[in-house]
Structures are given as C-alpha cells and as structure tokens.
C-alpha cells in the first residue's frame, strides 16, 4: 500500500482551523470561566501556539484594562504562516483597541523576558510537543508572580468510543478495531515525537510537578450535536467540517507514518484497517443525506488553571 499523499504545505493543523472552531465554546461558560478565574485582574495574556488565535479572539473579551496603556495579547507559533498572522487578525484586535502581537518562536524557548504576562494560555498545544514539561516550565517562566495559567487540553482517546445513530448497534469486534486505530494512531504520533493526543488527562498532574499552586481542573461544557436537518450554524460549520477537513497531518507526516513507526505488526493493522472500513464515511454521508444520523457530539475537553505562586 502506498503512503497517503500529505499536505506538508499547509500550515500545522490547518485542516483543522475551519469556521467549525469558533464554536468550540459556549459563551456561558467562558463567562463563568473567567469569573472563577478573575481574567478581568489580567492586563496582559500570551497565547502559546497561538495557530489563528481562535483561543486569544475569545479569552480577551473577558481581560481588563489597566488605565494608562492598552490591554496586551501576544501569541507565539513554530508555524511561519501562523505567525505571520492576517490582516482581518491584526484589525479584530485593533478594533477591541488591544496592543496585539504574533512572534515565531518555539514553545520551550519563548522570546519574553521572566515574569511578563498576567495570563499565559495555550489550547491544544500541548498534545502536539514532545516535550510538555519543559513547554510548561517555559509559560512558568514568563508568567507574573500571582499570575494564571490556563490550559486546554483534550483526551483524543474517548472520541473513539461515542456513538451514533448509525453505529450503536455496531460490532462489538468493530468497535474495538475503531478504538485499537485511535490507540495506535496516538502511540505512533507519540513515538515520533509529535505529542501525545490525549495529554489531557495529565496536564493537572504536571502543572502541579512545575511547582503551580491553586490547580483547578474542569471541562467544557460544549458538545456539538448533530439531528437532521443539520442547519444550526454550528452543525453546518462541522458538517463543513467533517466534508472538507483532511485527515491529520502534522509536519508532512500522515495516520501511515505514526502506525509504520510502531513496526510491522503495527502497519499491517493499518492496512487491514483502512481496507475494511474504506466503506464508513460513505455510510455516514448516505444516512446524513437520508436524515437518518443523529449524535450527541461530546468531547472531553480539559480546562486546567494554576496560579503561580
Ligand atoms: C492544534 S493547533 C492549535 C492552535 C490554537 N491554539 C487553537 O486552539 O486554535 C496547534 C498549534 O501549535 C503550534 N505548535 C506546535 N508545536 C509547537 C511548538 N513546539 N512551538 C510553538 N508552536 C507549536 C502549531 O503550529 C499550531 O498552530
């Protein structure tokens, strides 16, 4: 079998940044989220991997403004595309009058001097390092004594197991091969190198080994359901998304490399896999086009805080 064609052009996770993620949270929430973590005391607020700053475009609305110089929001990619940032970018916060700026840097070696920020944030960022411990120590060390780290990080793992209308009553045989895939999809990412998918679940864990204090753990309360007749903005944003969005692709690298990096056994599955199953997204678009899907679209998605004291 060949390898997957990949698209090593397109900027990190790009396939990802649809319309679909501005609706990743509920406006509730984050207004409760910021409430507990008193955001409107913070003047200053780094995202690390900022991608297109979906995450900074939210957490702002919530940030004060001290009385003699605009609010600040700086986010820092690897990607040079991201970190060039847009027109339409730079103006979203122009608009809000926020002091905004993008810089290429690595997460492990931020170019900000000790204790800079009041907020230091990351979403989704450190599933993708091999390194997330030195990444943390890293925000540690440009966070403000008193100052917020906030981390949102998923576990991957369980999207494997939620169900809907069409595969409730699958297999059981079928159903461990779906959740045998996502496990060695996520050893072979991490095997390379590139992150660990489900890190969230560690994520509390670590900022309390970095030496953070006050650790709250929490989860978004946003799950994306999907009923006939899918015309919501939110599941027209993820029906696009699911249409148009490429499988992952990190760095040029595809589902074939991370099952080829754990040996042959490993690659066979893979093969044996995509062969018995080539049939699935098919189904799915049939049983949408029917109005016969349904599913509740939770997710597990951890919001992680500490203070650094
Ligand atoms: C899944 S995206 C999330 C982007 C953004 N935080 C969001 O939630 O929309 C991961 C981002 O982290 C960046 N990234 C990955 N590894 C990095 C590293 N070692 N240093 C800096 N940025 C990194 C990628 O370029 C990408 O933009």
Redesign the pocket.
Known sequence: MKRPRSSAKK???ED??GDY?DFWWNESFLKLLARRLQLSQCHSLL??????C??SKLLVNYLGAPEDEPTRVAG????RK?AKGSPQLRAYFAEKEVAFELKK????NLPYEDATFDLVT????LI??SDPMA?IAEMKRVLRPGGTILCVEPNNLVQSLTRNSISSDDPIEQVLDHVKYALLFERGKKKLGQGDNSLGDLVPGMLAQAGFENIDVRLSDKAIAMYPPYDTPEQRATMRQWRHGDRWTSDGFSDYDYFKALGPDSLEFYETYVRQYAHLGERTERYIDANKYHSAGGAMMYVVSGVNE
């Open positions: 900027g990190h996770s990802f940044f993620r995202d690390v991997g900022c991608g297109q979906h995450w820092v990619d690897n990607d991201w840097a690595e997460a492990d990351c979403q989704t960022l993708h390092v990444v």
